[in-house]
């Protein structure tokens, strides 16, 4: 993983072969995670990689406390989420806007538009307009995807029994595109992403 890193940061390794790429070779393509980075913190979004459960705790305590936020702030509809975050768990018929966050998993990272593919196991029977503008991701290294085909080709994989419903991709709120009038009802949401290692 610290190559990720590396590549990500530009850190370039001392190989000899650099001076000598062939034109026949095809070119070295970035690896999905990438990719993914680099488009996702170029839209505005909060690219946060842990390497284990601590850090990430620790991450999450960070977000809280950079926004003035606590954990009360925080919707969840995931009871694994609730139980890993220390979060209250929310009652049923709850109003989403009265909260400041949504903290939510994923099914998949798009490398290609840098967005992230979610559905009703993450969002209920909530439209994304009716939710908070601020979304914190928890995602592992196994859910990067080159594109959305390949990510409703997996999503048609792991739910072959009975496909969700809800399926979307959350974007980063962008500030330059909010002055566009072409994205005006866009459900752009500020986003968070925290990817744990292990």
């Given at each position: 993983?610290?190559?990720?890193?590396?590549?990500?940061?530009g850190r370039k390794k001392n190989n000899p072969d650099t001076g000598a790429n062939s034109p026949y070779l095809p070119e070295k393509k970035n690896d999905v995670e990438i990719i993914f980075a680099e488009k996702f913190t170029q839209k505005g979004g909060k690219f946060i990689y842990s390497e284990d459960v601590k850090s990430t705790d620790d991450f999450f305590k960070l977000i809280l406390e950079e926004n003035h936020w606590s954990s009360q702030d925080v919707l969840c509809f995931d009871p694994q989420l609730i139980q890993r975050f220390g979060l209250e768990p929310s009652a049923d018929s709850i109003d989403p806007q009265k909260?400041?966050?949504?903290?939510?998993?994923?099914?998949?990272?798009?490398?290609?538009?840098?967005?992230?593919?979610?559905?009703?196991?993450?969002?209920?029977?909530?439209?994304?307009?009716?939710?908070?503008?601020?979304?914190?991701?928890?995602?592992?290294?196994?859910?990067?995807v080159n594109d959305v085909s390949e990510g409703m080709s997996q999503l048609k994989k792991k739910?072959?029994?009975?496909?969700?419903?809800?399926?979307?991709?959350l974007n980063v709120k962008n500030s330059k595109d909010e002055k566009d009038f072409l994205s005006y009802g866009n459900s752009a949401k500020n986003l968070y992403l925290v990817l744990q290692e292990h």
């Open positions: 993983m610290v190559g990720f890193w590396n590549q990500l940061f909260f400041k966050a949504l903290l939510i998993s994923c099914e998949y990272l798009i490398a290609n538009k840098g967005t992230v593919l979610i559905c009703h196991h993450q969002l209920k029977d909530f439209k994304l307009e009716t939710l908070p503008d601020f979304f914190i991701v928890f995602s592992g290294l196994d859910n990067f739910y072959a029994d009975h496909l969700p419903n809800n399926i979307t991709t």
